[in-house]
Nanobody, 115 residues
Framework: QVQLVESGGGLVRTGGSLKLSCAAS????????MGWYRQAPGSQRELVVA???????TYADSVKGRFTISRDSAKNTLYLQMNSLKPEDTAVYYC?????????WGQGTQVTVSS
């Protein structure tokens, strides 16, 4: 069982930055893969970036070069640094943990980018 709690969302202008945090209830190094997904109104939830327990990352093409995933294993926390934000980044961002064969989700945090 893993509980995930996101924080750090908010309202920012185009070109601005935000840093999301996801605090896990157990060691994140014991989780096979963690990542961030987002869901905009009327759209399906999509992968933003994922990181395996060994540190391998996979980014969506739309965020490459702008977003960076990182983790602090001592704090059991996953981060998403988002720079050069665009209006199309507006969505609810969800933290995800895949501990085979189970999948866990956080409650989501709203990110709104104004033009």
């Amino acid at each position: 069982q893993v509980q995930l709690v996101e924080s750090g969302g908010g309202l920012v202008r185009t070109g601005g930055s935000l840093k999301l945090s996801c605090a896990a209830s157990r060691s994140i190094l014991s989780i096979d893969r963690m990542g961030w997904y987002r869901q905009a109104p009327g759209s399906q939830r999509e992968l933003v970036v994922a990181m395996t327990s060994s540190g391998t990352t996979t980014y969506a093409d739309s965020v490459k070069g702008r977003f960076t995933i990182s983790r602090d294993s001592a704090k059991n926390t996953l981060y998403l640094q988002m720079n050069s934000l665009k209006p199309e980044d507006t969505a609810v961002y969800y933290c995800n943990a895949h501990s085979i064969p189970l999948v866990y989700w956080g409650q989501g945090t709203q990110v709104t980018v104004s033009s």
